[in-house]
């Protein structure tokens, strides 16, 4: 454990990534879709970009710090929150201030743009919260317990997975999947990461897992991986939700880790044109009440298929199964 010979700031400082866009030489910007971040394993997948030729990436960024880093009269002046992207083949780093949403605010919000010459590999990115302590200024008094990571060349934003699967016959599996028998898969979100219990027993599903290509079998696989991240997004917000600590005066905390991260992300969705924390406020207070909880069902749904790009997927399917059709009519 590291010691530090000044005051620090106690609390828990998250990082968002809210979007990503390229830009090439004399090309309008592109900007990535929600496939090329994973909010789960705090990854920005680079290699999604349909620019091939790009020459620097924006990086849109959100922070949360503790109300105490900005209260009058605290232990320190000056406070800053900087984004620190660095990558250690390259030996870069890059820094971008925030700027608060709001007077004295918990949230930030900035943008931090890289060269591609300097992205060779993967890169880190995390966040500092910076002050003057005792008159010496640029100390760091916080900073996120979690990075994310800017990879350069992957098509999938992953540190290994963005969700557990685990394939298992559910008739003879564990005690408490054997009363989902007639279930395809069941989604798990109280672990490290959100797991999806895949049963093998149900008829046709290994086929379907292991399709790819454009035939009928790998265009249910797309819309059946689709279905399986809303499931995952649903679970994991609902997990996220029932579980929130309160603080003395009845406020609610986002959660640490991922379980925080996706209610970030699904919340302006569910409750639109409302600050994350005025979100959760309301999100909390329906599901606590007497009424308004099954009312922003249907909201979640919504925002959790969004994020899981399940209209694209049936999209794509009922496109690949129409020109399959027409094929066979030829």
Request: net charge negative.
């Amino acid at each position: 454990m590291k010691v530090f010979p000044y005051l620090r700031l106690r609390g828990a400082v998250s990082l968002r990534v809210d979007a990503v866009r390229v830009k090439a030489p004399e090309q309008p910007r592109e900007q990535l879709d929600s496939r090329a971040r994973s909010v789960v394993e705090r990854v920005v997948a680079l290699g999604l970009a349909e620019t091939e030729d790009w020459e620097t990436v924006t990086l849109t960024v959100s922070a949360t710090i503790p109300s105490k880093a900005t209260e009058p009269g605290g232990p320190w002046s000056d406070v800053a929150v900087v984004a620190v992207l660095t990558e250690r083949t390259t030996n870069t780093r890059v820094m971008s201030k925030l700027v608060p949403e709001s007077e004295g605010g918990r949230e930030w919000r900035g943008e931090l743009q890289v060269l591609r010459s300097d992205l060779l590999d993967r890169a880190g990115l995390t966040v500092q919260v910076v002050a003057t302590v005792d008159g010496v200024p640029g100390r760091i008094i916080g900073e996120a317990a979690d990075d994310w990571i800017i990879d350069a060349g992957s098509d999938t934003p992953t540190r290994e997975q963005s969700f557990d699967i685990r394939e298992v016959g559910f008739a003879k599996g564990p005690r408490w999947l054997q009363g989902f028998t007639d279930a395809p898969w069941i989604v798990n979100a109280a672990g490290v990461l959100p797991t999806v219990h895949i049963n093998t027993d149900f008829e046709g599903m290994t086929d379907v897992l292991g399709a790819e290509g454009r035939g009928p079998e790998g265009l249910v696989n797309e819309l059946m991986v689709a279905q399986m991240a809303a499931d995952v997004w649903i679970a994991v917000f609902h997990s996220a939700i029932g579980d929130l600590e309160i603080e003395d005066d009845g406020t609610p905390l986002f959660p640490y880790g991922w379980q925080g991260e996706v209610l970030r992300e699904m919340l302006p969705d569910v409750v639109p044109e409302r600050t994350l924390e005025d979100a959760l406020r309301e999100v909390h207070r329906r599901r606590v009440g007497a009424t308004g909880w099954t009312e922003l069902q249907p909201r979640i749904q919504y925002a959790a298929m969004r994020r899981a790009e399940v209209p694209r997927a049936l999209a794509e399917t009922v496109r690949g199964l129409d020109r399959l059709k027409r094929e066979d009519e030829v």
